[in-house]
């Protein structure tokens, strides 16, 4: 039987992308799924989605920036897990597009951090009084491949996936000893809107340089939504503790382990082959 089976499944970022992917993969596993996410447009084609495949999924508009709404959100779905197995996948993020960090307003960089890692730490901590008292569960975090090496043009995003790393790591042996797992997830390139949806920012960055990025990315862009999702169930269902999806992802991780510092010379001239110089003067 799979550990879906019945099981209370929070998916955040679920109307497109790898969200809506683990949504219906979640739901075809047997599990009640919870599909979040701050659109509501993207959200009601997920759920239109799983009823073209006769599947059933409940949707929930929520902006996971806004600590009040998660609040809401987990006093709402607790009362109605009637003790069941607890899944969370903080899957919900964003990036934005503003070249290097000289040319990053503060702003711009908070308004990421406060979706892409206090979103995760909110998001559990709402929860977790949950799965401490029902001792039955996984936690799922989104960090990235660039949660575990340095990218020039990608501070914030950067700063946010290894804060969400080093979160997940630490809630791993803090829950050693009871049956909530966690995993933290470091996609590749997977073929999403994220890069697409992002907008010139700050000044220095614009709509020209955007679309050679997006077009670069979507051509070296080598995971499947469809692909990436399956990946991160099977591994909740194996209870893997970490996850590295894509031969790009998994290619970064071996350098940036074989060579802590070295790799920044090494991944610089990659990234140069593969995406130029977007952001020089």
Sequence with gaps: MSYFNNA?????????????????????????????????????????????QGLAIETFVLDVANAQAI????????PTFNKGRLILINN??????????????LD??????????????????????????????????????????????NSAYCTSKFAVRGFTETLRMELA?????TTSVHPGGVKTNIVRNQVPKGGH????MLSNVVNKFEKNARTTPEHAAQQI???????????VIGSDGKMLD????????????????????????????
């Design 233 to 243: 169930l099977d591994a909740v269902e194996k209870k893997k503790t970490r996850l």
């Design 108 to 153: 711009e960089f908070e308004w990421l951090i406060n979706v892409n890692m206090w979103g995760v730490i909110r998001l559990t901590k709402a929860f977790y009084p949950y799965f401490l008292e029902h001792n039955n569960g996984h936690i799922v975090n989104l960090s990235s491949v660039f949660g575990l090496g340095g990218m020039g043009g």
């Design 205 to 208: 960055t614009t709509d020209e």
């Design 8 to 52: 209370n499944t929070i998916i955040t970022g679920a109307g497109s992308g790898m969200g809506r992917q683990m949504a219906l993969q979640a739901t075809k596993r047997g599990a009640r799924v919870i599909a979040a996410d701050y659109n509501a447009t993207t959200l009601d084609e997920t759920k239109a989605l799983a009823q073209a």
């Design 177 to 181: 000893d009871t049956n909530v797992g």
């Design 254 to 281: 071996f350098v940036t382990r074989l060579f802590p510092q070295a790799y920044t010379n090494i991944v610089r001239k990659k990234a140069k082959k593969s995406f130029g110089e977007p952001f020089k003067k």
């Design 71 to 78: 609040e809401a959100f987990a006093q709402q779905l607790i």
């Design 92 to 105: 919900a993020g964003v990036s934005i597009f503003t070249g290097n960090f000289e040319h990053t307003p």
